[in-house]
């Protein structure tokens, strides 16, 4: 068999170190009142990122949205293909709608006249957005997510805001037609979350936030029948919030997802609650956590120092009206303690955070955006530190890949008797679809027969350092 040679990026020598360093002279608009998403969307594997929202530094309001594109190295540039609309109170999601392999957008929010929109996009596979016309969405601002909802795979949509929620399904061809939402309660002022609470393999969904009738703020989770249908469930012990957000991961290892929530009570103080799924979608809170209590931010779980469990990164107002940033790092068992290093800067009103690997080395970079001390809009990108990248020369060649592209199989050849101890391959959002840990192995044949067609990364971990390249299944 003729074997093609294929050069691998090998970052070697790298170090643990958690600081991160702010960037400066970035192209970003400071914004409030936003959303920022993270996303590759002209398939080259590198993180793009969409970043909408309030700008009041001239003391005039201006709204922007807009779409920059990553060269690969982590320095971006604003995508001028397609103008969208300022957006504040904005929500922003991307996925494959059209079955094309390529990450389509919807962004909601509110537009400098204060009237309210939602506006559907396909990607041309290059980052190239045309808008979708004729749509029927007609709820206010507030949140809109894609997602599974009925498990024939491809993605539909979920809009809630102004105390209504709107459910469109999708025909698997990115045309959308709205089916009936009353199981669900409407909310305002709020957050969801679409998660498997109990291993079914669907997508069960917790909702918080102002219903603005005698209910009042609510915390209700619903369960997926795996149809799309969705019956709440009775008794849960989660609080009513405004100014909230949801996150889901298993942070203790155990196969199920757990939740990290905040917002404001009934009283107007701030919360921050952990709960711990028990594997079947029954909640407990965790008690005498060290998380701030936060609003008007969120909190996420994103694998910061890259020990393979999720970290915590939070952002918003305390109780004392100051503002707050903080990272969390997770022990494997579920037990946070909070970094001192790094000092990020506080932010609210609406502070948002977002973490991608935009540079390439496998860690992790932060952007948070919001309102800072002075009360200005701010868009900070920080830098993760944790691996210092430097390339052996030596190294570089000594993997040969083969076929690339392929159908079946993928060989895994090393000219210097390296060892891998796994391998990961990643789809262009960056998901890990497969993952295996190996036994120090030289050489190793990967199934791909179960890939869809399509454009992934493949990563290699050795003791010398990560090597990653594209590969290609046809």
């Known amino acids: 068999m003729k074997k093609a040679l294929l050069i691998l990026f090998l970052y070697s020598s790298f170090s643990f170190s958690q600081t991160f360093t702010l960037a400066t002279n970035t192209p970003f608009d400071n914004v409030t009142l936003g959303s920022v998403k993270f996303a590759d969307v002209d398939g080259d594997l590198d993180n793009d990122v969409f970043i909408s929202g309030a700008d009041n530094t001239s003391g005039s309001t201006i709204l922007y949205s807009k779409l920059y594109i990553n060269d690969g190295s982590g320095s971006f540039s604003e995508s001028t293909f397609t103008t969208f609309v300022g957006l504040d109170n904005s929500s922003v999601d991307f996925e494959d709608i059209d079955g094309d392999t390529d990450l389509d957008l919807i962004i909601n929010?509110?537009?400098?006249?204060?009237?309210?929109?939602?506006?559907?996009?396909?990607?041309?596979?290059?980052?190239?957005?045309?808008?979708?016309?004729?749509?029927?969405?007609?709820?206010?601002?507030?949140?809109?997510?894609?997602?599974?909802?009925?498990?024939?795979?491809?993605?539909?949509?979920?809009?809630?805001?102004?105390?209504?929620?709107?459910?469109?399904?999708?025909?698997?061809?990115?045309?959308?037609?709205?089916?009936?939402?009353?199981?669900?309660?409407g909310i305002d002022f709020g957050d969801f979350e679409f998660f498997d609470k109990d291993g079914d393999l669907d997508s069960d969904l917790l909702i918080i936030g102002e219903t603005y009738s005698a209910e009042g703020k609510i915390a209700k989770l619903y369960e997926n029948d795996g149809n799309g249908n969705f019956s709440e469930v009775i008794g849960t012990s989660f609080s009513g919030l405004i100014f909230s957000s949801?996150?889901?991961?298993?942070?203790?290892?155990?196969?199920?997802?757990?939740?990290?929530?905040?917002?404001?009570?009934?009283?107007?103080?701030?919360?921050?609650?952990?709960?711990?799924?028990?594997?079947?979608?029954?909640?407990?809170?965790?008690?005498?956590?060290?998380?701030?209590?936060?609003?008007?931010?969120?909190?996420?779980?994103?694998?910061?120092?890259?020990?393979?469990?999720?970290?915590?990164?939070?952002?918003?107002?305390?109780?004392?009206?100051?503002?707050?940033?903080?990272?969390?790092?997770?022990?494997?068992?579920?037990?946070?303690?909070?970094?001192?290093?790094?000092?990020?800067?506080?932010?609210?009103f609406i502070s948002r955070i977002a973490a991608a690997d935009i540079d390439g080395d496998s860690d992790l970079e932060i952007i948070n955006i919001g309102s800072n001390s002075s009360f200005t809009s701010t868009t900070n990108l920080y830098v993760n530190n944790l691996y210092t990248l430097g390339i052996d020369d030596e190294s570089i060649n000594q993997f040969i890949i083969y076929p690339n592209p392929s159908t079946h199989i993928i060989n895994i050849e090393n000219q210097n008797n390296t060892h891998i101890s796994e391998f990961l391959i990643l789809d262009i959002k960056g998901r890990i679809i497969k993952q295996e840990k190996l036994n120090n192995e030289t050489f190793y044949k990967i199934d791909i027969n179960d890939l869809a067609q399509g454009t992934y990364l493949l990563e290699l971990k050795t003791i010398s350092g990560v090597f990653r390249k594209k590969i290609l299944k046809n």
Do not use: C, H
């Open 109 to 185: 929010g509110r537009m400098a006249d204060n009237n309210p929109t939602t506006i559907l996009f396909t990607n041309d596979g290059n980052g190239n957005f045309t808008e979708v016309t004729g749509t029927t969405f007609n709820i206010g601002s507030g949140i809109v997510n894609f997602e599974d909802i009925d498990g024939d795979l491809d993605q539909d949509i979920l809009l809630v805001g102004d105390a209504i929620v709107q459910i469109y399904q999708n025909d698997g061809n990115g045309t959308f037609t709205e089916i009936s939402a009353n199981s669900i309660t």
């Open 246 to 348: 949801i996150d889901s991961d298993d942070i203790d290892d155990d196969n199920d997802l757990d939740l990290i929530i905040t917002g404001q009570l009934s009283s107007n103080d701030p919360i921050t609650s952990l709960f711990i799924n028990d594997g079947n979608g029954n909640f407990s809170e965790v008690l005498n956590t060290p998380f701030e209590d936060v609003k008007l931010g969120e909190a996420i779980f994103a694998d910061i120092n890259d020990d393979n469990f999720p970290d915590v990164l939070l952002t918003g107002r305390l109780i004392n009206d100051s503002k707050t940033t903080k990272l969390y790092l997770n022990d494997g068992s579920g037990n946070f303690t909070e970094a001192t290093i790094p000092t990020f800067e506080g932010l609210d």
